[in-house]
């Protein structure tokens, strides 16, 4: 995800400031801020999407033409970026500056991996969509209605040669990506529909302007609509299609670039098995307690994982309505902030609410319930969105009774915990607030998912749910999700693990229900190393917390350690560690 909500504190801002100020006056430091911001700039007129995702709209007009032309112009920015880095040597840097030099390197090095290497451009179908970059440009409220609506004039007026590409682009793809393209283009082609077309209607282009975009509109729906036709006829129609599975050598690669983890991605493999085992133990111990009192005079199950089956499945007949899905996670916000607020857990900033919507089409298919869509650090006063997929029309009862059994009454706390507050939310808020635009920008998504799994244990640590073990028991199963989302990521990926196996392992060892195992064993076709994110960058944060816990005994702060874990923006946690743990931590 890309992900405003917490500012950081004042004392915490200016520590930061002072000490950036003081490590760059003079020397390598000054060269290299001069060298970031000189990057930064260069980047954006490079990937102009990137840019406007990050709240920087300077490019939004441009449409790049993804032809091998712009592949080896790309190629040629990133090798020229790196002989510019490779100018500044790590120990010559301040710690916060070695930091972001290390990121640096990792963007732009990963970056040709996936257009060399990986070359998910080829089998990729889905990563071409015109209609999800017009869609955030017409929803968005960075520049008034028609200076936007210019820009996506332009921007549309290449979209022939944009789909065009993408289909001699399109070699061997998988059959799971193409289906996705197909799905999420018919959610873009409903951008070009009627809500564009009524912004058009009341704003102040003039009619010369407004026939061109409107014809604009029109061509851009027809190459929208080719593409998908493309997809349909002349792609599945063949059946000849590559593995999603990107093999053991790939993977470990990826998960070293994307993650960025002490460990490689085998040991992180080997720690989720290993916790697996834990939750299970606690599970089977929080489950003989709570039988007795929803099975009074029964006798409990000698398995013990049908004993946990046994109570999970009382305790998610509690949920809500199939209609009221979407309503069920909004009234829950504002207890999330009172909790937050009353525990001291971290500051909060009433003056940017969380908007709670429905999941944009163009956004839908990939297997994720619930996403965050959040400004960047250039357009911090912009809405942050909690995007909650209603479920699909088409779906029997049985098929949403399983979902919302899923997401019952407890889960769909913890999914809020993680989605909303104190999880993405609030830490892509304090990235964007972060003295370090490379760190805001270059967020790592281990970083962020770890956050958001940490901070669910957190709040319930700190008594949410009233430390009961009806609580901690669905927790438990929760955190045994993101446990398993890592297991079954390399198996699938690396190890071949059939489609029966991971959903028999997701539904009894996960306690899954059938729609969403189901819904996992998707998006672990679609995606390779992001499911092992959740549970690396989790146990690496919450392993830091507790060296510092016993390294300052009883002059440790649960909140001073959030707001100061959260101030380095979303830089990986092996980064962060180190300067958390360095002895003069104003110089970072």
């Not at 409220?141 to 399109?170: T, V, W």
């Not at 000698?302 to 199939?322: E, F, G, S, Y």
């Amino acid at each position: 995800m890309k992900f405003s909500y917490l500012p950081i504190l004042a004392l915490a801002l200016a520590s930061c400031s002072q000490a950036d100020k003081s490590a760059t006056a003079t020397g390598p430091d000054a060269r290299f801020d001069a060298s970031k911001g000189q990057f930064i700039e260069a980047l954006w007129k490079q990937n102009p999407d990137y840019a406007s995702g990050m709240g920087y709209h300077k490019y939004d007009s441009l449409l790049l033409i993804p032809n091998a032309a712009q592949r080896q112009a790309d190629d040629a920015f990133a090798q020229n970026k790196l002989a510019t880095l490779g100018k500044f040597t790590l120990d010559s840097l301040s710690p916060n500056n070695q930091i972001d030099l290390r990121l640096l390197r990792n963007e732009l090095r990963a970056e040709r991996w996936y257009a060399d290497t990986l070359k998910n451009w080829q089998w990729n179908p889905a990563s071409y969509n015109l209609g999800a970059s017009v869609g955030d440009l017409l929803n968005g409220r960075h520049f008034p209605l028609d200076r936007r609506l210019r820009n996506i004039s332009d921007k549309i007026s290449h979209a022939a040669e944009f789909y065009a590409a993408a289909r001699a682009n399109i070699s061997n793809p998988t059959k799971e990506h193409t289906q996705l393209g197909i799905k999420q283009n018919a959610g873009g082609l409903a951008v070009f529909g009627s809500a564009l077309a009524d912004s058009v209607r009341k704003s102040s282009l003039t009619e010369a302007e407004k026939k061109t975009l409107t014809d604009r509109v029109a061509a851009a729906s027809k190459a929208v609509q080719g593409y998908m036709d493309f997809l349909k006829n002349d792609v599945l129609t063949k059946g000849s299609f590559r593995s999603f599975r990107i093999g053991k050598e790939l993977f470990d690669q990826k998960f070293a670039y994307d993650i960025q983890s002490r460990f490689t991605a085998a040991e992180v493999y080997e720690q989720a098995l290993t916790h697996k085992a834990e939750l299970l133990h606690d599970m089977g111990h929080r489950a003989a307690r709570l039988y007795p009192k929803y099975f009074p005079g029964q006798k409990a199950p000698a398995d013990t994982l049908a004993l946990i089956t046994a109570v999970i499945n009382q305790l998610t007949l509690k949920h809500a309505p199939r209609d009221g899905f979407v309503d069920a996670v909004k009234r829950q916000i504002p207890t999330l902030v009172a909790f937050v607020n009353e525990h001291k857990l971290l500051t909060q900033d009433p003056s940017k609410p969380l908007v709670v919507r429905e999941t944009p089409l163009y956004m839908r298919g990939s297997g994720a319930g619930a996403s965050v869509s959040a400004p960047g650090p250039y357009d911090k006063g912009a809405n942050t969105y909690y995007n909650v997929e209603p479920l699909p029309a088409e779906w029997t009862p049985a098929q949403a009774e399983s979902y919302l059994r899923e997401y019952n009454d407890y889960t769909l706390q913890i999914l809020n915990i993680h989605e909303a507050i104190p999880g993405h939310y609030t830490q892509l808020v304090y990235a964007n607030r972060s003295p370090s635009l490379v760190k805001s920008i270059f967020g790592n998504g281990a970083m962020v998912e770890g956050w958001a799994v940490y901070s669910e244990r957190m709040m319930l640590e700190s008594g949410y749910g009233n430390n009961s073990d009806e609580m901690w028991l669905m927790w438990d199963k929760w955190n045994m999700r993101s446990t398993l989302n890592a297991v079954i990521d390399h198996a699938i990926q690396a190890e071949n693990m059939s489609e029966a196996a991971v959903v028999a392992m997701l539904r009894r060892e996960g306690f899954q229900e059938e729609a969403e195992a189901r819904g996992k064993w998707l998006r672990a076709t679609l995606s390779q190393v992001q499911l092992s994110s959740y549970f690396t960058g989790y146990t690496e944060i919450y392993a830091l917390r507790q060296e510092l816990k016993q390294k300052e005994g009883k002059d440790f702060d649960l909140k001073s350690f959030n707001e100061k874990f959260l101030s380095y923006g979303s830089a990986p946690v092996k980064y962060i560690r180190e300067l958390m743990l360095r002895p003069n931590q104003a110089n970072r």
